[in-house]
């Protein structure tokens, strides 16, 4: 796992996860923010956009959560079913939302994303009554205008509060909720091509242009959020958590796919679909108790979790307009005019077109034997169901499937900053229910379940400083789109097998230097396809290599200067999955500074990063592109 704490995020100067996917070691960008509206990296070589929120998982989408309300991130490796139910087998984010205070915050941010992305940021938190026994936090944020790309403009409102209430020493009570809205004009798109065996080179790109007519083709989500938190230290050996989270996101875009032609290019799949509502509840209720039998000690933990993700949309959910001709260039793809299918706001009516749940009862035990010797062993019986219906209610296609997935991991620490692991995991997650953009829309795909074995270990080379190394392998049936003319089918075959080392080295190396780095090797490839073509191939937009490392070094004899750098490697992908299109290998580079001062009596922070310094020209993910030179600074003022 790793964690990013927030003055970390603070000092990324970022809106979105974009930044911190990049910037952490082992997360790959799987497309930037505004392609999706939610942010999407890939760990382990397998795509996320679930999330999890203080520790409960939803099955929607990330989109609603923002930078400016979270504590900190934790980017978990590896199955993280086990806990967490149904999930996504390579890794997971666990977004952990700022709590209340008990002294008294005033922090005001100003600042700007790049280019024209002037924002606003309060923080506020105290205690309200004299004994503390219901504390307060608060975060108000507003963001607008241009991004470095040419007329894309995003613009973002976020009001988020938290209280606590302390109803005894022992039992605490903690309510969140929060509004956010979210709009980006000219998003980003992702790229086709019509020729098998060519995908067009980045340098033949400009990174500073979406290439899709940025006055019609837009992403909107707005977003409401409700949760409740309950601990009650029963006794010694007894805790017991529940909590229970519901998030309400209605999204809607317009869409225009740039495509790589023998002649020029062309937009294909135009479509506008109209506003749905994704509403999402999860909860859970856990049991924790410490206690020994004989010498042995146990950290055991025993509960049900479960999460609801309900899709309310109209009867007519979107609506497709002719691919345009394919002799364009590439400005005349920035300057099409909207198709006048979209005019109509003749949606019919709104009903609930599919409902997913997903129910666990878990069980978990954390065994110490003795200094040297220690296992988690754990097993979680989880349920999924999806039901899919029609605009009259009708029932017309479901599935309902139950497994028991254990979790085994055998703990040996050969001296005290040693520390050994053998763990073997399962875990099954829903299968996809199609989307509007492909041919077989509404159809939901199988269950999946995933398997990961995986040997590590973890050196504190100091009392500052982990090193920490892993060897996994992967196995999770195949899902994906065969990107076929004129509408592409999202399908299910063969199995996905990945398997890889990484190496992270995190911490201080000195008192004035403190680094983030590491790497991973990585061979996916497809496996027991129906489709000969398919068998023995890697799997689209995943990279075999990748290498990071960000570092802050504090000036001596500057007192509250410091400089701050990276340098990020993504290996080579194919776009296709016949590996036919290849995509190069990229490196980019970021630099800046931080200096802390106070004026007159106000402790203040001015932050400057400079993202992509040599403006590298390259593809995010198989099919995005990725971003131009970005300058961002800020102000933070602590009253």
């Not at 005033?106 to 205690?127: I, M, R």
């Not at 006055?215 to 959020?225: F, S």
């Amino acid at each position: 796992m790793t964690v990013i704490p927030q003055e970390l995020i603070e000092n990324s100067i970022s809106g979105d996860m974009d930044q911190i996917y990049k910037m952490n070691p082992v997360t790959q960008t799987a497309a930037t923010t505004s392609v999706y509206g939610t942010p999407y990296a890939v760990i382990r070589g397998f795509g996320t956009q679930t999330g999890i929120i203080d520790g409960l998982r939803l099955s929607s989408t990330s989109s609603g959560i923002s930078m400016e309300e979270l504590e900190r991130v934790e980017i978990l490796n590896g199955l993280s079913g086990f806990m967490y139910g149904a999930g996504n087998v390579g890794g997971t984010t666990n977004y952990v939302l700022k709590r209340p205070t008990y002294k008294r915050l005033t922090n005001l941010t100003l600042g700007n994303y790049g280019n024209e992305q002037y924002y606003a940021h309060l923080d506020l938190g105290d205690k309200i009554d004299e004994k503390g026994k219901f504390a307060y936090r608060l975060n108000a944020s507003y963001q607008d205008g241009e991004t470095s790309k040419d007329d894309q403009n995003v613009e973002r409102k976020l009001i988020s509060g938290a209280i606590d209430w302390n109803v005894t020493d022992d039992f605490q009570l903690q309510l969140e909720a929060a509004y956010q809205y979210y709009r980006a004009d000219g998003r980003e798109q992702s790229f086709y091509s019509d020729i098998p065996n060519v995908w067009p080179d980045a340098d033949s790109l400009d990174m500073s242009k979406t290439y899709v007519p940025n006055d019609w083709v837009y992403n909107e989500t707005e977003t409401n959020r409700v949760g409740l938190n309950a601990t009650w230290n029963i006794n010694d050996i007894f805790t017991l958590r529940s909590a229970y989270l519901y998030k309400k996101d209605t999204r809607e875009h317009t869409q225009a796919f740039p495509t790589f032609t023998t002649t020029g290019w062309k937009l294909q799949w135009m479509s506008k679909v109209n506003p749905s509502d994704y509403i999402a509840q999860g909860a859970y209720t856990y049991l924790d108790s410490e206690f020994n039998t004989g010498s042995i000690k146990h950290k055991l933990t025993m509960g049900v979790s479960g999460d609801i993700l309900e899709q309310k949309k109209y009867e007519k959910e979107s609506f497709w307009a002719s691919t345009t001709p394919s002799n364009l260039t590439l400005d005349d793809l920035l300057n099409y005019s909207m198709p006048s299918e979209f005019n109509t706001s003749d949606y019919g009516k709104k009903y609930k077109a599919n409902k997913s749940e997903n129910t666990n009862i878990v069980i978990g035990d954390d065994i110490t034997f003795n200094e040297q010797w220690s296992a988690l062993i754990g097993a979680n019986y989880t349920t999924i169901g999806t039901k899919v219906f029609n605009s009259t209610g009708k029932e017309t296609s479901k599935y309902d499937k139950s497994k028991l997935t254990p979790t085994l991991s055998l703990i040996y620490k050969p001296f005290e900053d040693l520390t050994t692991y053998v763990t073997y995991m399962e875990a099954l997650e829903k299968g996809t229910i199609v989307g509007s953009t492909y041919k077989n829309a509404g159809e939901i795909l199988e269950p999946l379940k995933s398997e990961q074995y995986e040997i590590g270990a973890k050196y504190s080379i100091s009392e500052n400083l982990l090193l920490s190394s892993s060897i996994f392998r992967i196995e999770k049936p195949y899902e994906y789109s065969n990107k076929a003319l004129p509408i592409p089918t999202y399908v299910q075959d063969g199995l996905r097998i990945h398997e890889g080392i990484e190496l992270t080295l995190t911490g201080k190396i000195t008192d004035n230097l403190t680094i983030m780095t590491g790497g991973t090797l990585l061979d996916p490839k497809i496996d027991k396809s129906n489709d000969p073509k398919l068998e023995g191939k890697k799997p689209t937009g995943t990279a075999t290599k990748m290498a990071k490392i960000y570092a802050e070094y504090n000036i001596p004899q500057i007192s509250g200067l410091t400089l701050t750098g990276g340098a990020y490697y993504t290996g080579s992908r194919f776009a296709d999955n016949t590996n036919l299109q290849k995509i190069d290998a990229y490196t980019l580079f970021d630099a800046g500074l931080r200096y802390k001062t106070k004026l007159d009596k106000y402790s203040t922070t001015f932050n400057l990063n400079v993202a992509n310094l040599t403006d590298e020209n390259y593809w995010a993910s198989s099919d995005t592109l990725g971003n131009p030179r970005n300058i961002a600074f800020s102000m933070k003022m602590e009253f």
